[in-house]
């Protein structure tokens, strides 16, 4: 039985991905091209195969493909990782960059261990994340349609003056404009059905994902989240869906780290020079926390519906409301629940999850945020 190991990567792209692989017992590198579809994956496969009968480690950076070209290998039987494109090292001072050179590249990385694997979702967790980011991008389309008809009407001699912007008494204003000329008449119909468009677009998806914050696997995580400040439903099930698994970090610094907020450094000798946060990783969970953790400069009170889940989690920590911190923070800013003394018991309340992860992304991502202080990686 043959039990090499034959190494292959390739550079993906929208019609044809080159490919490199290396012969595990001549080492000779083999170059070809095959085209983006199944059934040329499938000879591709079956090619490298027939001359290294072993097992096939294939890898690719993540990017336009997503993950559907990794569950196609692994139907093939091959082992492929899909590795972060980010950390993949490269000469500074290589100026040729071409298909072939990029997949030698990542050919002789993967051979020598030096590639970093990114985290894959199943194909529901996948889907789940795709309804949040199209969420997201409805919001962005109908804040920019917003945007152009304001301009227009600012440009055509009409400004609101008396309130706020796309509020219901803005809305009559609007039915109130005339226009001399029709082809004026024309642009503001057509961008104000665009923005009719865009908010029953949002307005479904926002019904949407609510149903995914409340189906079996989002719902007790989605209320535990729910108990922070400035976190709601949607901004709850975003986290979940980009995020994926809370558990699969080492530790909160980890989390940080991988989310961009650990403070950068560029130090040499006696010299330290640190700098701002790293902004690395996902831009969208980086975001969003920093939004949330300005709600701390308000004062602290829990109302409505997540009262009595806010109650349900302080209980589990054994952690009654008005008593005093376990761990200090700036005034006005309530900390965080305390973590428990068995860091390592698995919280009930989130699947995947520990309390002692959970704990430090709630410190870490809002009173650190919040201070202006990052957490050293």
């Known amino acids: 039985m043959n039990t090499s190991i034959t190494h292959v990567a390739l550079d993906t792209h929208k019609k044809q991905h080159q490919v490199a692989w290396v012969h595990p017992d001549t080492g000779e590198i083999q170059e070809f091209t095959v085209l983006n579809q199944t059934r040329e994956i499938e000879r591709m496969v079956k090619r490298i195969r027939q001359q290294s009968p072993g097992e096939i480690h294939v890898c690719y950076e993540a990017g336009l493909c997503g993950f559907v070209l990794q569950r196609r290998l692994e139907k093939l039987g091959c082992v492929a990782k899909v590795i972060a494109p980010s950390l993949v090292w490269r000469k500074p001072g290589d100026r040729v960059k071409t298909d072939r050179r990029d997949a030698r590249k990542l050919l002789t990385q993967f051979v020598a261990g030096q590639l970093t694997e990114v985290y894959a979702p199943d194909p529901v967790q996948e889907a789940d994340r795709e309804l949040t980011r199209c969420r997201e991008s409805a919001q962005i389309d109908l804040k920019r349609a917003r945007q152009r008809l304001n301009s227009f009407l600012i440009r055509t001699g009409y400004v609101y003056q008396d309130g706020n912007l796309w509020t219901g008494k803005h809305a009559q204003w609007l039915k109130g404009l005339a226009f ?23 307005e479904s998806l926002d019904q949407q994902v609510q149903a995914l914050a409340q189906s079996e696997r989002y719902r007790a995580a989605v209320g535990v989240l729910r108990c922070l400040r400035g976190i709601d439903t949607l901004t709850a099930i975003t986290l979940l869906t980009e995020i994926f698994e809370f558990g699969r970090f080492d530790s909160p610094r980890a989390l ?64 009654r409301r008005g008593e005093g911190p376990v761990r200090s923070a700036p005034a ?32 870490s991502s809002h009173n650190r945020l919040h201070t202006g202080v990052a957490f050293d990686a």
């Open 332 to 363: 006005g800013i309530p900390p965080a629940p305390p973590a428990v003394a068995e860091p390592s018991v698995p919280w009930g309340l989130c699947p995947g999850c520990s309390t002692h992860l959970l704990v430090g992304f709630v410190r």
């Open 180 to 202: 001399d000329q029709p082809g004026l008449r024309t642009v503001f119909e057509e961008y104000s059905a665009e923005i009719e468009h865009s908010l029953a677009q949002v």
């Open 256 to 319: 940080m780290a991988y989310l961009g907020v650990t403070p950068s450094e560029d130090s040499s000798g006696e010299t330290r020079r640190p700098g701002a946060i790293t902004q690395t990783g996902n831009r969208r969970v980086r975001r969003l926390l920093t939004e949330s953790a300005w709600h701390y400069r308000h004062p602290y009170a829990v109302r409505g519906s997540k009262r009595s889940m806010t109650d349900r989690v302080y209980r589990l920590f054994g952690y």
